[in-house]
T-cell receptor
Framework: NAGVTQTPKFRILKIGQSMTLQCTQD?????MYWYRQDPGMGLKLIYY???????DKGEVPNGYNVSRSTTEDFPLRLELAAPSQTSVYFC???????????????FGPGTRLTVL | GESVGLHLPTLSVQEGDNSIINCAYS??????FIWYKQESGKGPQFIID?????DKRQGQRVTVLLNKTVKHLSLQIAATQPGDSAVYFC?????????FGSGTQLTVLP
C-alpha cells in the first residue's frame, strides 16, 4: 500500500490565484482529513469527511472547500489564495469502525504552499 | 513540557538516556490520545495511543502514561537514539476530532 499520497509537494501561488491540493489513500479508510501546520505550531483541522459524499468543517475552514466523491480521494480547494494561507498542508485518513470512535490517523507527506 | 496552544518547547538528551516528553490537555471529556513523531519535512507518524480507560500503555521502547486527574500525558522513550530526533505531538480526541498540541522538539546529543 502506498498509504496517503499528496500532490504537489511544493507550490507557489500569487494572491488571488486558485488551486487544488490532491489527496488519495489506498487503505479503504472511511474518514479523511485536511490539516494545516504553520511554522512551529501544531496541526489545525480544516475539513474532514466521514465517507463519500459527506464533509464537515473543522477548526479553520474559511477560504477552503472540499469534496469527497470517492472513498479514495479528498481534494482541498483554495479559491482566492491569500498570504495567510501560506502553510504546510497535510492530508490524513483513518478507519473509524463506529460513529463516535476515533482511530489512528495516517498522514501524507504534506504540501508546502507559499502565497506571495 | 507542552500544552495545547503554546509554542514549541525543546528537550535535549544524551544518546542512550531516557526521554520524557510531557503534554497537558484541557478537555476532561477527551477519551483517546495519540503521540505522533514528525521528522523534518515529513508528515506526522503514529507512535502510540492510549484510551481514557487506561493509565499506561507500552510499545517498543516507548511508554505512554495518562493521568486523568491532572489531565496530563507523557511519552517516555527508552535508550534514546539519534533517529529519535524529531518533533513529538500529543493529540486528544474531542467530538470525533483530534486536537493537536504544538509539539516538543527532541534533540539527541551524541
Amino acid at each position: 500500500n502506498a498509504g496517503v499520497t499528496q500532490t504537489p509537494k511544493f507550490r507557489i501561488l500569487k494572491i488571488g490565484q486558485s488551486m487544488t491540493l490532491q489527496c488519495t489513500q489506498d487503505m479503504n479508510h472511511n474518514y479523511m482529513y485536511w490539516y494545516r501546520q504553520d511554522p512551529g505550531m501544531g496541526l489545525k483541522l480544516i475539513y474532514y469527511s466521514v465517507g463519500a459524499g459527506i464533509t464537515d468543517k473543522g477548526e479553520v475552514p474559511n477560504g477552503y472547500n472540499v469534496s469527497r466523491s470517492t472513498t479514495e480521494d479528498f481534494p482541498l480547494r483554495l479559491e482566492l489564495a491569500a498570504p495567510s494561507q501560506t502553510s504546510v498542508y497535510f492530508c490524513a485518513s483513518s478507519y473509524n469502525s463506529w460513529a463516535g470512535s476515533t482511530d489512528t490517523q495516517y498522514f501524507g507527506p504534506g504540501t508546502r504552499l507559499t502565497v506571495l | 513540557g507542552e500544552s495545547v496552544g503554546l509554542h514549541l518547547p525543546t528537550l535535549s538528551v544524551q544518546e542512550g538516556d531516557n526521554s520524557i516528553i510531557n503534554c497537558a490537555y484541557s478537555n476532561s471529556a477527551s477519551d483517546y490520545f495519540i503521540w505522533y513523531k514528525q521528522e523534518s519535512g515529513k508528515g506526522p507518524q503514529f507512535i502510540i495511543d492510549i484510551r481514557s480507560n487506561m493509565d499506561k500503555r507500552q510499545g517498543q521502547r516507548v511508554t505512554v502514561l495518562l493521568n486523568k486527574t491532572v489531565k496530563h500525558l507523557s511519552l517516555q522513550i527508552a535508550a534514546t537514539q539519534p533517529g529519535d530526533s524529531a518533533v513529538y505531538f500529543c493529540a486528544e480526541n474531542t467530538r470525533r476530532q483530534l486536537t493537536f498540541g504544538s509539539g516538543t522538539q527532541l534533540t539527541v546529543l551524541p
